[in-house]
């Protein structure tokens, strides 16, 4: 279970996330929507310690997530994967480099650093790569990979990382559908197959619908609705974007109305 | 002790899937002994090479050794630092050494901004041609101040003048190098903006290129005038006057106390310029 109580953090004057509590058992696959800026980011990277809480706590089957410093905080960090929007790979190493620094937090010695991973981490790496179809790719660097390649390659150093959480922060905004479809997919066979807790930040409020069995709605800091795809009607996603928002083809009349009355 | 279920091992690698993995990519999973072998003669080689090359320029312990204490002999003359009721002419030479180098900088920067645009592959798209302007940098590049320095005050005599000269030539190719591959690197995605409204190409430049380039290239000009102060206490040595021309005469007649002065007050005069050049610096980059 990963348990957050009243969590709050502030940038300056603004408040990114405000007293939020939430409980999310292991297992389970979490779809968090919102406006940019509603502190969907934020949230993730409290729970990855890339930032700091001001206040509240962090826990995860009851470790005190938020307390943790040095060696703890990094092998904490190696549990919970970050899958990013822009990938955040080293784009001028190749891709079997990038995937072994997902083994980097159990690693010992200088080794590494000169590149020398052990051959069953090597081995280890090789097969994530295979199973996310991205193997003949193991020895070109990063940059020459179209964005869906690149997020594979991210997807398969999270896994490395050996996780119980990934942690993904708007994964596919910058994919096209075909490419954001199979990102998807790989997330959700990852959280069935291996029982691996997924949060994955998203945009695309049908693709929310479509792979998430919990959804959590964010606007100014707030958590403003929790609860199944079915759960989400009409009004509950204005209240999220703090606008009118048509969803889906169904609703071309109302589209063609809207548009009309701005003209 | 909750903390013990993360801390436990990995799994281990089964031999099933070290087999699979092998597999899919036998080079990738174990390096080839020829791999392994390369790399060792490699480091061995470069090893050899620098052990040979010391040994060539006589960088050997013992001579390591045996200068170390000649240079205590050195630093025992240098204290107490000592200006001989100097001051005020040591701190006038400073000025004028400081002189030299901004007015070598401004000169050097004016000179290598055409040059810079010119030299940019962006700018001068010929293969060819970029080719020959950019080599003609490297050939001028390779001058250094003091040849020039030694060349200049031959045809205007003695003083600050052939001083500045030299240091705008030396800095002439050197920023232009640097201007140009700071137009180069420039993201083109703001110009290809400004075409896409109509702009001609000089308003691409004008709106798109420089308010991205001109930050990069006055922490480059700043860096430069850094550097130069440094090189005119040297052109002072060989008859540009300033500083250097102060500390060579107090090094002729072995007056190493007051070497220590003018070193201390140098380098203090460097270090603010230095301060003062990185905060300007990072408020153009960054602000």
């Known amino acids: ?263 | 002790m909750t903390t013990s279920a993360t801390l436990a091992a990995p799994p281990q690698v089964t031999a099933h899937q070290m087999q699979v993995a092998r597999a899919i990519a036998p080079h990738l999973v174990d390096t080839p002994l020829a791999v392994q072998i390369r790399r060792l003669a490699l480091w061995i080689g470069l090893s050899v090479i620098f052990v040979a090359l010391s040994i060539g320029v006589d960088m050997t312990p013992a001579t390591f050794a045996k200068g170390l204490s000649k240079l205590a002999d050195f630093m025992a003359n240098m204290f107490p630092p000592n200006a001989a009721g100097g001051e005020v002419r040591i701190l006038q030479a400073l000025a004028a050494t400081f002189a030299m180098a901004v007015a070598g900088t401004f000169l050097g920067v004016l000179g290598a901004l055409p040059l810079g645009l010119v030299g940019a592959k962006t700018f001068v798209a010929n293969p060819a041609l970029h080719f020959l302007i950019r080599r003609s940098f490297d050939v001028f590049r390779a001058i250094p101040a003091l040849v020039w320095a030694l060349i200049l005050i031959v045809a205007f005599g003695l003083g600050p003048f052939g001083g500045v000269i030299a240091l705008a030539l030396t800095d002439i190719p050197r920023l232009a190098k640097l201007y140009a591959e700071a137009i180069e690197n420039c993201d083109p995605r703001a110009q290809e903006g400004i075409r896409a409204t109509g702009g001609q190409r000089r308003a691409a430049i004008r709106f798109g290129l420089l308010p991205e380039v001109l930050p990069v290239m006055a922490s480059q000009s700043l860096y430069m005038l850094e550097s130069n102060f440094r090189n005119a206490a040297i052109l002072g040595i060989v008859g540009a006057g300033g500083i250097g021309f102060e500390l060579e005469e107090r090094i002729r007649i072995f007056a190493f106390d007051q070497v220590a002065w003018i070193v201390i007050a140098y380098v203090l005069c460097v270090m603010v310029l230095d301060l003062v050049s990185e905060k300007i610096r990072s408020r153009l980059v960054h602000g």
């Open chain 1, 1 to 263: 279970m990963l348990e957050l109580k009243s969590v709050t953090k502030r940038f300056g004057s603004t408040q990114a996330v405000q007293d939020v509590s939430l409980q999310i058992p292991a297992g389970s696959m979490v779809g968090i929507i919102g406006r940019s800026g509603a502190g969907k980011s934020t949230l993730l990277r409290l729970i990855n310690r890339l930032c700091d809480t001001n206040e509240g706590a962090i826990t995860w089957h009851g470790k005190p997530v938020t307390e943790l410093r040095g060696k703890a905080l990094s092998q904490w960090r190696a549990t919970c994967g970050m899958v990013f929007q822009q990938f955040n790979l080293s784009p001028r190493l190749d891709v079997l480099t990038n995937v072994l620094i997902g083994s980097l937090a159990r690693q010992r010695g200088v080794g590494p650093m000169l590149k020398l991973f052990p051959a069953e981490e090597r081995a280890r790496a090789i097969l994530e790569l295979h199973a996310l179809g991205m193997s003949h790719t193991a020895l070109q660097r990063c940059c020459t990979l179209s964005g869906g390649q690149q997020q594979r390659v991210a997807i398969a150093r999270t896994l490395m990382q050996l996780p119980e959480i990934i942690l993904a922060d708007e994964p596919i905004a910058s994919l096209d559908p075909a490419n954001a479809q199979t990102v998807m997919e790989t997330l959700s066979t990852i959280n069935r197959e291996r029982n691996i807790t997924v949060l994955v930040n998203l945009h695309a409020l049908d693709i929310a619908r479509r792979f998430c069995p919990r959804i959590i709605g964010m606007a100014d800091g707030q958590i403003v609705f929790d609860g199944t795809p079915d759960d989400l009607n009409a009004s509950v996603v204005d209240a999220i974007y703090g606008r009118h928002v048509i969803e889906g083809s169904g609703a071309r009349d109302e589209a063609q109305e809207l548009l009309e009355a701005v003209a």
